[in-house]
């Protein structure tokens, strides 16, 4: 290739770079554009007091979280009021742009509002107060038939679904981006609570305050029983092993090792562990679809969870009981015969016969449905499906491969071997806490798509929402017949939310966070951080 060959080609590359980076530049601009009218539309339009629920009509004349939901009433589960805040955090550090920032803060002052006196949270917050509460308890939690967590007011707080360790993480992360004192009050008091309802022997609760006032069946109320079901206690410690590293406070250490050690005090002689445990560390059922039994499932994730500790502490005794859970587990799958896909193992094994159960329900409503466990696999929930798919493959290879390396090289990145702190700045500003890492890569197209689908009122409009029957008072049909077996939903007097197949538009807070992770995403590979964090998720 001779010389001017060589120029010409090079001004064409250039050429063809420049182009590229203007488009790219044009597409980034567009993104950041969307992002702003989408939020500035959830902010202003749909919010109440900062906070939100998880769907509405777009008229709105209903809304909905979990279940229906008040016009003054917000949702703190996912992806509810504290998942909106997250992301108002998440695209504040990607586009430095503060109607973010004080999107989160609007957030924040909704989630505050409706702390509990001892510092935790509940599924959702009333701005009407109790008595609007407790009237929505009396009505459209109460005839829930499947959700029995709504059926009746506890007025104390909850760690399930995550809700007051996700309250508490979103809060710590509004006190640390600015170092903001309005936070630290609350953030304190979340704290506290978190340590205070820690049992002595490391685990934790469902609900605290602790009650006993809700025996159902003639079974104890299950609220205060060692809760490993929706990661209750393995939260917690994460929680505070982000507090240990954010605010460098020895006085965490000592709970923190006294959740993973729980995990050993709880595994069964046979390796398995439960998904509750009553106040003798006996096995032991909640919701009447949730029977005693040990659970695939959570022996799985909580054997993961020993691998991790390992990695904590360098202490083998995190390993040495792991073999006996893979053992139980391979001896608990399901025929092949019986086996669904991925779903190997039953949902439930019963205790000391290692057979497994399965729940089944006959009836229509709450007020005369009922739910009772046999040996059949057939006709089974749709709501709590008795057979699941757990990563056992992954837990014999990571069993492998961590158990092999040395108490020195499993801790080498470990958050709680941490001396002196060798980042870039302060502890405060290192470490980034969301909660839900997105790593997913997003290509041109896709973004385009979504810029594209944003409509004139600055909404991504959504179908086939769960939504739910409208409260029309308790159940009449006493019939205990089979119609609703394997439906999500009961007779018209139920209401437990479905999905809606119709063409009905709804305005979801699950899409707009799902959009904006994405464009927050392609935003961030295509410019300079705002500011780069290390990452403190560890799920």
């Keep these: 290739m001779g010389i001017l060959q060589k120029i010409l080609f090079a001004l064409l590359f250039l050429t063809g770079f420049l182009q590229l980076t203007a488009q790219n530049n044009k597409l980034v601009s567009e993104a950041e554009q969307t992002m702003l009218k989408a939020t500035h539309y959830m902010v202003e ?91 929505w308890y009396n009505t459209i939690g109460k005839n829930g038939w499947r959700l029995e967590e709504f059926q009746h ?52 609760p469902q609900r605290y305050p602790l009650k006993y006032d809700y025996s159902k069946n003639g079974n104890p109320d299950y609220s205060s029983f060692y809760t490993f079901n929706d990661d209750v206690i393995w939260e917690n410690v994460h929680f505070l092993v982000q507090c240990y590293l954010t605010l460098g406070e020895e006085r965490f250490q000592e709970p923190i090792l006294r959740g993973m050690n729980f995990y050993l005090l709880s595994q ?12 003798n560390m006996e096995a032991a059922g ?5 029977p005693t039994a040990f659970l695939p499932s959570t022996t799985c994730e909580n054997a993961l969870l020993l691998l991790k500790f390992y990695q904590y502490t360098g202490d083998t005794k995190y390993l040495a009981s792991i073999p006996n859970a893979i053992q139980w587990l391979e001896a ?48 089974l929930l749709a ?25 020195e090289e499993a801790t080498k990145d470990s958050p709680l071997k941490i001396g002196k702190f060798e980042g870039q700045g302060s502890p405060q500003t290192f470490y980034d806490l969301n909660r839900y890492n997105f790593p997913m890569k997003v290509d041109e197209k896709m973004v385009e798509e979504i810029i594209g689908s944003l409509d004139a009122e600055n909404r991504w409009l959504a179908k086939h929402a769960m939504i739910s029957n409208p409260y029309s008072g308790d159940g009449q049909k006493q019939e205990q017949n089979d119609e609703f077996a394997s439906t999500n939903v009961g007779d018209q007097t139920d209401t437990s939310p479905y999905r809606d197949m119709s063409d009905q538009d709804y305005i979801s807070t699950g899409d707009y966070i799902r959009n904006m992770k994405m464009l927050i995403n392609f935003v961030r590979a295509t410019k300079v951080p705002f500011e780069v964090k290390k990452s403190v998720v560890w799920h």
Aim: charged share 20%; hydrophobic share 35%.
């Design 45 to 135: 339009k749909v919010s109440t007091n900062g906070g939100y629920v998880w769907c509405y009509l777009p008229d709105f004349s209903r809304q909905w979280g979990e279940m229906e939901a008040y016009k003054t009433m917000i949702w703190l589960q996912h992806p509810g009021t504290i998942s909106m805040g997250h992301l108002f955090l998440d695209g504040y550090r990607a586009a430095g742009n503060e109607f973010y920032y004080q999107a989160a803060q609007k957030a924040a002052n909704a989630i505050i509002w409706g702390q509990s006196h001892e510092g935790g949270w509940n599924y959702m917050i009333d701005f009407a107060g109790d008595r609007s509460l407790k009237e």
């Design 153 to 204: 007011y506890y007025g104390n707080s909850t760690f399930d679904d995550d809700i007051t360790s996700d309250a508490a993480r979103f809060l710590l992360r509004m006190y640390l981006e600015k170092l903001d004192p309005a936070y630290k009050t609350s953030l304190d008091k979340a704290i506290g609570f978190i340590l205070k309802s820690q049992y002595p022997n490391g685990g934790w």
């Design 268 to 279: 069964d002689k046979s390796g398995a562990w439960a998904q509750q445990l009553n106040i």
């Design 286 to 290: 909640a919701r009447t679809y949730e």
């Design 332 to 379: 608990t799958a399901l025929p092949a015969s019986q086996q669904e896909g991925r779903r190997t193992h039953p949902t439930f094994v019963e205790v000391g016969s290692n057979k497994a159960i399965y729940v089944h329900r006959k009836g229509s409503n709450v007020k005369y449905g009922s739910y009772f466990v046999d040996y059949n696999d057939k006709q």
């Design 383 to 407: 709501h709590y499906y008795g057979k699941c798919g757990i990563s056992l493959d992954e837990l014999k290879s990571e069993y492998k491969r961590i158990s092999a390396l040395s108490p």
